[in-house]
């Protein structure tokens, strides 16, 4: 049975990166929200096993959209994709919860690596 990801991010170009890259893994997309407000809301419909999570978006950033998932989902599974891989954010996901940062662009087997981690 496939992992169901939810992906968070408002670039219609990364949603087709991370297909192409996920295409004949272990991985299939289960949602794809374009904002962190739609994120909170489908979080609990799809309970998805992992969520990828842009930083910044229009509306409430992925920081604060992952924050607000954790608090009613501590069992969530989140791993940021940004291209703001700077320390101060990195640490700053880490506290909130997040279980790993992929910084963009990214590549498949940096991806999966960090998912494997993820989920163990």
């Known amino acids: 049975?496939?992992?169901r990801i939810m992906v968070v991010d408002d670039s219609r170009l990364v949603r087709v990166q991370l297909e192409d890259v996920l295409k004949?893994?272990?991985y299939e997309i289960a949602a794809y929200c374009r904002s962190g407000e739609d994120a909170?809301?489908?979080?609990?419909?799809v309970r998805p096993d992992?969520?990828?999570?842009?930083?910044?978006?229009?509306g409430m950033d992925g920081l604060d959209a992952a924050e607000a998932i954790l608090k009613d989902h501590p069992e969530a599974r989140i791993v940021m994709v940004s291209s703001l891989?700077?320390?101060?954010?990195i640490d700053?996901?880490?506290?909130?919860?997040a279980k790993g940062f992929v910084?963009?662009?990214?590549?498949?087997?940096?991806?999966?690596r960090v998912f494997a981690q993820a989920l163990a």
């Open 85 to 89: 891989a700077y320390e101060d954010t």
């Open 92 to 97: 700053r996901a880490k506290a909130i919860g």
């Open 50 to 58: 992992l969520v990828t999570m842009d930083i910044i978006m229009q």
């Open 40 to 45: 909170i809301a489908q979080y609990g419909d």
């Open 24 to 26: 004949g893994t272990e």
């Open 1 to 3: 049975m496939p992992r």
């Open 103 to 112: 910084d963009k662009p990214f590549h498949q087997e940096q991806l999966l």
